[in-house]
T-cell receptor, first 115, second 116 residues
Framework: AQSVAQPEDQVNVAEGNPLTVKCTYS??????LFWYVQYPNRGLQFLLK??????LVKGSYGFEAEFNKSQTSFHLKKPSALVSDSALYFC?????????????FGRGTSLIVHP | DTGVSQDPRHKITKRGQNVTFRCDPI?????LYWYRQTLGQGPEFLTY????????KSRLLSDRFSAERPKGSFSTLEIQRTEQGDSAMYLC??????????????FGQGTRLTVV
């Protein structure tokens, strides 16, 4: 079975500082990993994905994420946070070896960027 | 606009009534998903279509819930005899097969259901 965990309900960071939002996963094979962002009363917007290849993937709005197979992690990062980055962030995983086409989402992490 | 479209955006209904939501996926996408999201939680999978075939259903999807995707285009999600516990945001997403067999899912704005 595939699962994903976001250990922090909330992350607080000052504007201009680097940010990290953590995600760990569990799959039987090699994972497909995704990050999404959700603003209030809106749907989820795709940020970036890891399917294969370079462990560091770059996405929208200056975000990047690093795939670490040994630690089963896919943390979201940004070198310099903006107040406008404040939102809910969701990590998702899909296990192709498991035979399902359904991404499983984490509970989400609320990112608050203080001016 | 070529994104995923959901209608209505908001629905308030009395307990016991039936409701139906519609999702129009991105036109070239053959895969369509329904998720439910409650406050403080991530999206929970409900059901999945590939073209017109409903291939997976979650155990969350009780017999009061039914979904269709006629002709592999738009989809509808119906909830019969609504209960207060059905109050949630219902999200639709679509994706295509893409290179390597999968691309990311794109989400609609959601339909917020309130059962009173």
């Amino acid at each position: 079975a595939q699962s994903v965990a976001q250990p922090e309900d909330q992350v607080n960071v000052a504007e201009g500082n680097p940010l990290t939002v953590k995600c760990t996963y569990s799959v039987s094979g090699n994972p497909y990993l995704f990050w999404y962002v959700q603003y209030p009363n809106r749907g989820l917007q795709f940020l970036l994905k890891y399917i294969t290849g370079d462990n560091l993937v770059k996405g929208s709005y200056g975000f990047e994420a690093e795939f670490n197979k040994s630690q089963t992690s896919f943390h979201l990062k940004k070198p310099s946070a903006l107040v406008s980055d404040s939102a809910l962030y969701f990590c998702a995983v899909r296990d192709p070896a498991g035979g399902s086409y359904i991404p499983t989402f984490g509970r989400g992490t609320s990112l608050i960027v203080h001016p | 606009d070529t994104g995923v479209s959901q209608d209505p955006r908001h629905k308030i209904t009395k307990r016991g009534q039936n409701v139906t939501f519609r999702c129009d996926p991105i036109s070239e996408h053959n895969r369509l998903y329904w998720y439910r999201q409650t406050l403080g939680q991530g999206p929970e999978f409900l059901t999945y279509f590939q073209n017109e075939a409903q291939l997976e259903k979650s155990r969350l999807l009780s017999d009061r819930f039914s979904a269709e995707r006629p002709k592999g285009s738009f989809s509808t999600l119906e909830i019969q005899r609504t209960e207060q516990g059905d109050s949630a945001m219902y999200l639709c997403a679509s994706s295509s097969t893409g290179t390597g067999g999968f691309t990311e899912a794109f989400f609609g704005q959601g339909t917020r259901l309130t059962v009173v």
